[in-house]
């Protein structure tokens, strides 16, 4: 049997990154835990200081089959390359023809863009394009394939 799992991303503005994840992903805010109306209900239940609850944000799958995501906050800004990452499959897989799934990756790629990432690079493969590279807001990097 599979273990459940999710994903932690550490930075700067736990919020701010967690809009972008939802936009890119189509995720939506993790609902507060049962028998809480909210978040903030939640956070005073269990005695978590105001002061400290913009440290972290939380994204499911609206449909319950992606892992969750969380942004917790850390002090320190990235620094070096990502050593895990994630592959935004906008283009439908590499089962897609790519003349129908690179226009799908330009087209997410530029959405992805006006929503604050950062076009790195363009990957080939067989001597056309594969993949684009891109950051996030807070230079974590991804690939759109």
Known sequence: MA???SLTVDCTDPAALARF????????E?????????????????????????????LSDPDGAAPGLSF??????????????LDVQ????????WEVRWPRV????????????????EEALRGRPDHLVLADPEGNEFCVL
């Open 3 to 5: 273990i459940r799992w």
């Open 21 to 28: 994840w939802a936009a890119a992903l189509g995720y939506v």
């Open 30 to 58: 993790r609902p507060a835990p049962e028998g809480f109306a909210s978040w903030p209900e939640w956070l005073t239940h269990h005695g978590v200081p105001e002061a400290e609850w913009d440290d972290g944000a939380y």
């Open 72 to 85: 917790l906050k850390v002090p320190e800004r990235k620094a070096a390359k990502n050593r895990l990452h």
């Open 90 to 97: 906008a283009g439908g897989g590499r089962d897609t023809p």
């Open 106 to 121: 330009l087209a997410a790629a530029e959405r992805l863009t006006a929503a604050g990432a950062k076009v790195l690079s």
